[in-house]
């Protein structure tokens, strides 16, 4: 049996999800429940890292997971200076151990996501943070790459065509189309992916705040002050108004929600069921979205990663070069290795089919088809 490791890093949460070759009867990859923890670090007097931490007295490390950032925190941990990039490798091996117990061998896969929108020298940067801290046979997939890849697990194989992924984390709204099916390319990214922080959980708290005149002594009767059926007005009014950035999306890629098959939707803000169903009612193509979304991206980059244990490949590692002190890293195989994890994301026609399987949830909403898995 093989096994695959997810990892989701997030600047609110970071998610771990295990998945394991054989699956259910349909061929679905399974594993174990998601863990998650807050994106939080601490280092105690060893210099040892401890995830998910607010400790009473002393100071977590917040806020670094997003490397675009103009100033993004660092840490100085003994003699060391930790980049933003060493800190989000830092939580990867830290979750990873914890969730397996041990350093991961040669046969457990492993894949860790990162947001859509990096460049290609913030990847570099956190993939030598990934090497430095021991996980070299580690993958970086964009996100949307991995949900996409749950999605057909879920409810694939899927025919070809364009998935719209809508992103609604705590942090801020990303918006992606992505193509999928046989004989996708191997970067199956089409435009630009878009990003708005306007959009989101921390945007929506901070929205109802406003409405509620929230002030430091009010905290307590937050909820008291806006019912449940004005918060749910609150978020549709939110979910409205970001529609605008799936049209411009769509614009950028000069298409047409005409050309867009589904809406796959992920993110921790993701949870109510008026998102989906606001969703499915505005751009009148099916949703799905998973019972918590928030796992989505984990769960697929494990699925990602159990694939790519079943068929390992041998990867050349990188040789450094000392030159008049300065290090020159060759990356011998960098290229075709890149070409290898992207490729990645066409392996999802694979799986079995399985819409219309037990397990699997439809809500009909006003025409729209929600799909969730059930328990």
């Known amino acids: 049996m093989t096994v ?3 990892v989701s890093i997030g600047t609110v949460n970071t998610v771990c999800a295990v998945s394991a070759s054989g699956g259910d009867a349909k061929g679905r990859a399974r594993g174990g429940p998601p863990i998650t923890w807050r994106t939080t670090l601490t280092f105690d007097s060893t210099g040892t890292a401890r995830v998910g931490r607010i400790p ?7 806020e670094f997971a997003d490397l675009t950032q103009r100033t993004a925190p660092t840490a100085r941990v003994g003699h060391r200076a930790l980049s933003a990039a060493d800190l989000v490798a830092t939580v990867a091996d830290s979750v990873i151990r914890q969730v397996i117990g041990a350093k991961p061998d040669a046969g457990v896969g492993i894949t860790i996501t990162h947001p859509v929108g990096y460049p290609a020298e913030r990847v570099e940067e956190l993939r030598d943070a990934l090497d430095a801290v021991g996980l070299p046979q580690a993958r970086l997939v964009a996100e949307p790459i991995a949900a996409t890849a749950w999605l057909e697990d879920r409810h694939g194989p899927l025919m070809p065509g364009l998935t719209l ?11 992606t189309l992505v193509r999928v099916g046989a004989g996708c390319p191997v970067d199956p990214i089409v435009g630009e992916p878009l990003r708005s922080t306007v959009f989101g959980g921390r945007a929506f708290g901070a929205l109802m705040a406003r409405r509620a005149h929230w002030g430091a002594t009010d905290a307590p009767t937050l909820v008291g002050v806006l019912s449940d059926a004005k918060i749910t007005e609150l978020r549709a009014a939110h979910i409205r108004k970001s529609l605008g950035l799936v049209y411009e999306c769509l614009r950028v890629a000069d298409v047409t929600m005409a050309d867009v098959d589904r809406v796959l939707v992920v993110g921790g803000a993701a949870r109510p069921p008026e998102v989906a169903g606001l969703l499915g009612e505005a751009l009148a193509r099916p949703v799905f979205v998973a019972r918590d979304p928030e796992r989505t991206i984990a769960e697929g980059a494990a699925i990602l990663s159990c694939r790519a244990a079943a068929a390992p ?4 590692h990188r040789r450094v070069v000392w030159i008049g002190g300065a290090r020159l890293r060759r990356r011998l195989t960098r290229a075709a290795v890149t070409t290898v994890v992207a490729a990645a994301g066409a392996l999802f026609a694979a799986t079995a089919v399985a819409s219309d399987a037990p397990g699997t949830a439809v809500i009909d909403a ?9 328990h």
């Open 4 to 6: 695959g490791l997810g």
């Open 56 to 62: 009473r007295h002393g100071r977590a490390i917040t």
């Open 165 to 175: 992924v809508y992103d609604l984390g705590g942090a801020g709204l990303t918006v």
């Open 313 to 316: 490949i041998a990867i050349t």
């Open 366 to 374: 006003g025409g729209v088809c929600i799909v969730a898995p059930a």
